[in-house]
C-alpha cells in the first residue's frame, strides 16, 4: 500500500503564487509515475503535470505550461507543485497520485492511477 497526503494548498489572489507538497510514503518504487490532477468546482477530474515512471520525464497541461513546475526531492518521496502567475480557473481541489505500472500513453488518464491522496484546495480569487 502507498499513501499519500497533499499539503499548501490555501487562498491567494491573482497572480500570486502556491507551492504544493505531496508526502508519498509506505511501500514504494523507485519507478514510479507521479501526478498531480485538479478537479475544478462541477467538473472533472483534470491532468496537470507528471514525472514518467522512468527517465525523469516531465509532462504538463497546455493550461499550466511555463506557469506550473512540477518537481521531487532526490528519494522520490515528496512531490511538489510551484504554481506561479494563479488565475481564477487555477481554482481546483488539487490531488497527487501515484502508479508502478502505467505507461507513458496513459499518464494523463486519472482511472489509470492506483493511488491518490485527499486533495487539497486551492482558490484564487479575481
Known amino acids: 500500500q502507498v499513501q499519500l497526503v497533499e499539503s499548501g494548498g490555501g487562498l491567494v489572489q491573482t497572480g500570486g503564487s502556491l507551492r504544493l507538497s505531496c508526502s508519498i510514503s509506505?511501500?514504494?518504487?523507485?519507478?514510479?509515475?507521479m501526478a498531480w490532477f485538479r478537479q475544478p468546482p462541477g467538473k472533472e477530474r483534470e491532468f496537470v503535470a507528471c514525472?514518467?515512471?522512468?527517465?525523469?520525464?516531465?509532462y504538463y497541461a497546455d493550461s499550466v505550461k511555463g506557469r506550473f513546475t512540477i518537481s521531487r526531492d532526490s528519494a522520490k518521496k515528496t512531490l511538489f507543485l510551484q504554481m506561479n502567475s494563479l488565475k481564477p480557473e487555477d481554482t481546483a481541489v488539487y490531488y497527487c497520485?501515484?502508479?508502478?505500472?502505467?505507461?507513458?500513453?496513459?499518464?494523463?488518464?486519472?482511472?489509470?492511477?492506483?493511488?491518490w491522496g485527499q486533495g487539497t484546495q486551492v482558490t484564487v480569487s479575481s
Open positions: 514525472f514518467a515512471r522512468t527517465g525523469g520525464y516531465t
Open positions: 509506505g511501500r514504494t518504487s523507485y519507478s514510479a509515475a
Open positions: 497520485a501515484y502508479d508502478e505500472r502505467i505507461i507513458t500513453s496513459s499518464l494523463r488518464q486519472p482511472a489509470q492511477y492506483d493511488y
